[in-house]
């Protein structure tokens, strides 16, 4: 009986810590681990009315901050080109 309860506690650990280190994990889009999304895979999550640009009611991350210094146009709406001129962020640890 002590047996099947520690399988059974086990099994119960495992799938709980399974599920926590599912959710822990940052997303980025479906793109590689570690790695920022890519700016089609921004675009897809963000530009929530489909017009292909994002304005800063769209935009959420670190990104909302650097807003102003993306948009070179000055037109309140960021581009995939904008985006794809813009700095690339620093991973974590990079200096």
């Given amino acids: 009986m002590k047996s099947n309860f520690s399988k059974t506690a086990s099994i119960v650990l495992f799938t709980a810590l399974l599920a926590l280190s599912a959710v822990a994990q940052p997303s980025n889009g479906g793109g590689p681990p570690g790695q920022p ?11 929530r009315n489909k017009d292909n640009r994002l304005s800063q009611d769209e935009i959420q991350g670190p990104l909302k901050n650097d807003f102003s210094k993306v948009d070179t146009n000055k037109d309140g709406y960021l581009t995939k080109a904008e985006l794809e001129k ?10």
């Fill in 37 to 47: 999304p890519s700016v089609d895979q921004l675009f897809e999550h963000m530009d």
């Fill in 86 to 95: 813009a700095p690339k962020p620093q991973g974590r640890g990079q200096r």
